[in-house]
């Protein structure tokens, strides 16, 4: 089993509907999780933070976390065709010292 | 505060030229990462440093790849002869704490004819 794994898509969802992305991590120990967005030709950019169970909310961007199994996910709701980009996801490695592994990446495409 | 800056952000080079991609990070961020992307294997860990000492280089994918930190604000990722497999976009990201998120430059986008 992968560290971290994300459906690589594309997710294809219409303007204005909540889009879903999923990762699950394989670290039962891991605190923090972290979501990027990248888009075609940049570098990855921190969306989300999140680090207790339950739902943090920023803006249209939601992050879930359910660490019994083991699984983030990233809602966005009011989704808009600027949202079109890879959202990786990425967990600390424990004992890692300092290290990350992401997710592959889902690719999201907003359909106007 | 700036954010972490790469150099070039695009580079061009024949075969068995050396290559050397340059990072500053942002200041007071104690541990320093260098990434390669590809279409095929996405982001790829290569080497890592804590307080400029290098700790896991586990994922450099040879021993024509070097990287060095010789204080904490530079560091460098060197190939030496570069070959075309090489092409990619390097990142390199920063971070200050265990449970805080990397930060990451613009890339260098690395050609190798």
């Known amino acids: 089993q992968k560290e971290v794994e994300q459906n690589s898509g594309p997710l294809s969802v219409p303007e204005g509907a909540i889009a879903s992305l999923n990762c699950t991590y394989s670290d039962r120990v891991s605190q923090s999780f972290f979501w990027y967005r990248q888009y075609s030709g940049k570098s990855p950019e921190l969306i989300m933070s999140?680090?207790?169970?339950g739902d943090k909310e920023d803006g249209r961007f939601t992050a879930q976390l359910n660490k019994a199994s083991q699984y983030v996910s990233l809602l966005i709701r009011d989704s808009q065709p600027s949202d079109s980009a890879t959202y990786l996801c990425?967990?600390?490695?424990?004992?890692?010292?300092?290290?990350?592994?992401f997710g592959t990446g889902t690719k999201l495409q907003v359909i106007p | 505060d700036a954010g972490v800056i790469q150099s070039p952000r695009h580079e061009v080079t024949e075969m068995g030229q050396e290559v050397t991609l340059r990072c500053k990070p942002i200041?007071?961020?104690?541990?320093l990462f260098w990434y390669r992307q590809t279409m095929m294997r996405g982001l790829e860990l290569l080497i890592y440093?804590?307080?400029?000492?290098?700790?896991?280089d586990s994922g450099m994918p040879e021993d024509r790849f070097s990287a060095k930190m010789p204080n904490a604000s530079f560091s460098t990722l060197k190939i030496q002869p570069s070959e075309p497999r090489d092409s990619a976009v390097y990142f390199c990201a920063v971070k200050n704490n265990s449970n805080q998120p990397q930060h990451f430059g613009d890339g260098t986008r690395l050609s190798i004819l």
């Open positions: 990425a967990v600390p490695v424990s004992g890692g010292y300092q290290k990350v592994t």
């Open positions: 440093f804590n307080n400029n000492v290098p700790i896991d």
């Open positions: 999140i680090y207790s169970n």
């Open positions: 200041s007071g961020h104690n541990s």
